[in-house]
T-cell receptor, first 114, second 117 residues
């Protein structure tokens, strides 16, 4: 069974703070994604990657950096957190990129920026 | 752009009742979209419930089914008799398929389903 693990599960920080969200997948998948979900919105793609060292910009990238250090690990960085970044963040992986492939999601990280 | 609209929640039903969660899509940039339902149970990540990549076809899983209707641009999720364990958030999603491993998923906002015993 595919496995995607996110940490931390919950995080509270202050405006201007520095936050790193971590994601590890043990699926041997090439593609990894970071999404955010807010009330009234669907999941929105922040960044994605198709391999170690690769980074692609998603639909809502402003205020976020990401880094894919290995095939397994994908990090989302908020260097100057703002209250607008309070959200539920999901990491996902897939064998290949595209609208035909199954995404495997982590359980999510709930971030609050005060 | 592309968009997905689904039933506003929460939807509350009693166990053994029937269920329908509506999903309509607008695929302005995709000629032949793929359609998905994902589900998120409490405390877990989203997982694929079913998908259909051909218009006119029906997908089914765990007693749920959805038919890809290109004429009405709909992909409604139905179940004849729900169980308390079906309580979850359901997401309709639209995917591109250019045939070259490209494309993205556009998600609806999710519909909370609460099933009472």
């Amino acid at each position: 069974e595919a496995a995607v693990t996110q940490s931390p599960r919950n995080k509270v920080t202050v405006t201007g703070g520095n936050v790193t969200l971590s994601c590890r997948q043990t699926n041997s998948h090439n593609y990894m994604y970071w999404y955010r979900q807010d009330t009234g919105h669907g999941l929105r793609l922040i960044h994605y990657s198709y391999g170690a060292g690769n980074l692609q910009i998603g639909d809502v990238p402003d205020g976020y950096k990401a880094t894919r250090t290995t095939q397994e690990d994908f990090f989302l960085l908020l260097e100057l957190a703002s209250p607008s970044q309070t959200s539920l963040y999901f990491c996902a992986s897939s064998a290949s990129w595209g609208g035909q492939n199954t995404l495997y999601f982590g359980a999510g990280t709930r971030l609050s920026v005060l | 752009g592309d968009s997905v609209t689904q039933t506003e929640g929460p939807v509350t039903v009693s166990e053994s009742e029937s269920l329908i969660i509506n999903c309509t899509y607008s695929a302005t940039s995709i000629a032949y979209p793929n359609l998905f339902w994902y589900v998120r149970y409490p405390g877990e990540g989203l997982q694929l419930l079913l998908k259909v990549i051909t218009a006119g076809q029906k997908g089914s899983s765990r007693g749920f089914e959805a038919t890809y209707n290109k004429e009405t641009t709909s992909f409604h999720l139905q179940k004849a008799s729900v169980q308390e364990s079906d309580s979850a958030v359901y997401y309709c999603a639209l995917g591109e398929n250019t045939g070259a491993n490209t494309g993205k998923l556009t998600f609806g906002h999710g519909t909370i389903l609460r099933v009472h015993p």
